[in-house]
């Protein structure tokens, strides 16, 4: 088993910065993939950033340039600096883990954009 706990969301002025961090715990070994997703209500939930145990990374082209995912192995956390926020990156945001071909989520954080 593995848990997500997700922290760093909150409201923020457009074009403001807020960095999301995911604190893994239990059986964090093999963990191949983590990423985060987004999702507003309605909707589904929506790939934001991945990065590999190889520290490969993927971007959804609408945080390209903005959002920079990274991972501290030692720490067994998961970080998002979101940078230059707009209204529309407003979701709540879950934390994913791929260990041995099982999913884990987090239980989401809410980030708000809004003057």
């Known amino acids: 088993q593995v848990q997500l706990v997700e922290s760093g969301g909150g409201l923020v002025q457009p074009g403001g910065s807020l960095r999301l961090s995911c604190a893994a715990s239990?059986?964090?070994?093999?963990?191949?993939?983590m990423g985060w997703y987004r999702q507003t209500p309605g909707k589904q939930r929506d790939l934001v950033a991945t990065?590999?145990?190889?520290?490969?990374?993927n971007y959804a082209d609408s945080v390209k340039g903005r959002f920079t995912i990274s991972r501290d192995n030692a720490k067994s956390t998961l970080y998002l600096q979101m940078n230059s926020l707009k209204p529309e990156d407003t979701a709540v945001y879950y934390c994913?883990?791929?260990?041995?071909?099982?999913?884990?989520w987090g239980q989401g954080t809410q980030v708000t954009v809004s003057s």
């Open positions: 990065i590999t145990s190889g520290a490969s990374t």
């Open positions: 994913k883990a791929i260990r041995l071909g099982r999913l884990y």
């Open positions: 239990g059986s964090i070994a093999s963990i191949s993939v």
